[in-house]
T-cell receptor, first 116, second 111 residues
Framework: NAGVMQNPRHLVRRRGQEARLRCSPM?????VYWYRQLPEEGLKFMVY????????ESGMPKERFSAEFPKEGPSILRIQQVVRGDSAAYFC??????????????FGAGSRLTVL | RKEVEQDPGPFNVPEGATVAFNCTYS??????FFWYRQDCRKEPKLLMS???SGNEDGRFTAQLNRASQYISLLIRDSKLSDSATYLC????????????FGRGTSLIVHP
């Protein structure tokens, strides 16, 4: 069981470019969460997805940010026209649908975005 | 009022000390409670779940007080390797289940 896989681990973009962050949940997990962590700050919820559905995106900025979790392939967090304030660590977490661990999140190693 | 509040610390303690962290949450309908540990520039990892009856795992003891909306973590006989940030996590379902993280409490254990 490979755990939650995120890539790229490090991404550097210039202002105005696009960033795409990918997340493959643990085997058997159908729920994916994305969190953002700014330097010296806590984790802030962004979006919660299941396959082909956005369940809750109340933490997503209204513009430039989008997320998807297609039927096949990883979940993707997309940031268009990046600005310096987007520089952060983006963590993906997954959880199983049912069972005693249904509410427990397992995190990937994170993707660190730096905007120049 | 923030949804999940923690004293950011840092707590600076010698090896062998006992240290306690507290966390308060604002939503009385919250249903799941956890402590996670995060090392510098790493991902958060589950330390333990927290139950109303309290639970213990080796040197770690977690308590939940629903009436006061308060969660605690006690670490006995601190080790150098316990140095990390401890995150209080509260899960609430208001239609969808969303775990909310506190900002974390920093612990530094020194020789």
């Amino acid at each position: 069981n490979a755990g939650v896989m995120q890539n790229p681990r490090h991404l550097v973009r210039r202002r105005g470019q696009e960033a795409r962050l990918r997340c493959s949940p643990m085997k058997g997990h159908s729920h994916v969460y994305w969190y953002r962590q700014l330097p010296e700050e806590g984790l802030k919820f962004m979006v919660y997805l299941q396959k082909e559905n956005i369940i809750d995106e109340s933490g997503m900025p209204k513009e430039r940010f989008s997320a998807e979790f297609p039927k096949e392939g990883p979940s993707i967090l997309r940031i268009q026209q990046v600005v310096r304030g987007d520089s952060a660590a983006y963590f993906c977490a997954s959880s199983p649908n049912t069972g005693s661990g249904a509410n427990v999140l397992t995190f990937g190693a994170g993707s660190r975005l730096t905007v120049l | 009022r923030k949804e999940v509040e923690q004293d950011p610390g840092p707590f600076n303690v010698p090896e062998g000390a006992t240290v306690a962290f507290n966390c308060t949450y604002s939503n009385s309908a919250s249903q799941s409670f956890f402590w996670y540990r995060q090392d510098c520039r790493k991902e958060p990892k589950l330390l333990m779940s927290v139950y109303s009856s309290g639970n213990e795992d080796g040197r770690f003891t977690a308590q939940l007080n629903r009436a006061s909306q308060y969660i605690s973590l006690l670490i006995r006989d601190s080790k150098l390797s316990d140095s990390a940030t401890y995150l209080c996590v509260v899960g609430t379902s208001g239609g969808s289940y969303i775990p909310t993280f506190g900002r974390g409490t920093s612990l530094i254990v020194h020789p």
